[in-house]
DNA sequence: CGATTTCCCTGGCCGC
DNA sequence: TGCGGCCAGGGAAATC
């Protein structure tokens, strides 16, 4: 079977959500120490030129929040106090590598002479080579290794800002509690949800209420709480029910990693693999595994939303 | 000023 | 087969 749905997989895989970036996170984080950019080059898009403003710099480590990356920048020279922020947002085909060599492979998905070069992207960036022809990025360290950013799509993002100055990027700027801190309680899920005219998956996209979920763990949150997407207004059960779920679902993809990851790209027969991890997103005119009705599909927000009519009532 | 709409992008599938 | 149409989608800018 390849319906309309298979081709959903392919594109899904490449959606980073919070899970993906935090598994980016940490595989980038022992990678990105003790080393100095000493040289950039950027696509010629005001999305990317910033990456220029991190050379000189010397990379400290990658913390996250919500779907943004961040690099810690030091100063290598005196300015004790000097802090900058490598700050990358993978958008939606975004990815970062670093491989042992300077430089470009010359063809295809390994450079020439050194089938080894690439084993630490290979860790990386989820399994490939950087896309040579959708290169946006390419940061030269000083210890001979370069990290590579490539976006297919262009709608990733890169900048360089002092620490913790996020005014450029609003979305940064207004971020909401990350799922697994103490803040995010179902008292504030359920204030802020309510307060807004807004539907519920509408408000959780923006990443104002709550950092980090994106089109597949919405619907995945939403119909494992048992909530319509549409619904503007929540109880305290439903509330307390979506905080779990939403910790739940990203913990779970967060176990599973990159593997879950790499399997979804490697199934080309598509079914199997992929319902282990999902159970609702992709899977309109499926039964629900819960109940048995079929999973409907509507549209909210111009995006691809499915629910099950049955166990998420409309409010 | 908050809410809503538009636009940015490419690859791949579909129908004619 | 070739090609136009359509879809996927996070976030920022433009507009209401």
């Known amino acids: 079977m390849h319906t309309h749905l298979g081709l959903d997989w392919a594109t899904l895989i490449r959606v980073p959500e919070l899970p993906e970036v935090e598994t980016i996170r940490r595989q980038l984080d022992p990678l990105l ?9 950027a696509f010629d898009s005001a999305k990317f030129t910033q990456a220029h403003e991190a050379v000189g710099w010397q990379l400290n480590g990658v913390s996250r929040r919500g779907k943004y990356l961040l690099i810690d920048l030091d100063s290598p020279t005196a300015e004790p106090t000097a802090k900058r922020e490598l700050i990358v947002h993978l958008g939606m085909t975004g990815r970062l590598s670093v491989s042992n060599t300077t430089g470009l492979p010359s063809t295809g998905a390994a450079p020439t002479g050194d089938s080894n070069s690439w084993e630490q992207s290979t860790r990386a960036n989820l399994g490939d ?5 959708h290169l946006r990025a390419i940061w030269t360290l000083d210890d001979g290794r370069s990290l590579y950013f490539d976006d297919v799509r262009r709608f990733g993002r890169i900048a360089v800002v002092p620490a913790g100055e996020h005014d450029s990027l609003a979305t940064l700027a207004a971020l909401g509690p990350e799922p697994f801190d103490e803040a995010f309680t179902s008292e504030h ?3 802020q949800v309510n307060a ?3 539907c519920i998956k509408t408000q959780l996209l923006a990443q104002r209420v709550v950092a980090g979920l994106g089109n597949i763990y919405v619907d995945e949150s939403l119909w494992r709480s048992q909530v319509h997407p549409a619904a503007k207004k929540i109880t305290i059960l439903q509330s307390q029910k979506l905080t779990e779920a939403i910790r739940d679902v990203l913990a779970a993809a967060i176990n599973n990693g990159g593997t879950t990851l790499r399997n979804y790209r490697d199934a080309e027969g598509v079914a199997g693999s992929n319902q282990r991890y999902l159970d609702c997103y992709g899977r309109a005119g499926q039964s629900c595994i819960r109940c048995g009705t079929t999973l409907k599909r509507m549209v909210i927000d111009a995006r691809a939303t499915v629910f099950c009519p049955n166990c998420q009532r409309r409010p």
């Open 33 to 41: 120490r003790d080393c100095s950019v000493v040289d950039a080059w």
């Open 129 to 133: 080579a950087p896309a040579l022809g």
């Open 189 to 191: 899920l359920r204030a």
């Open 196 to 198: 807004s005219k807004r």
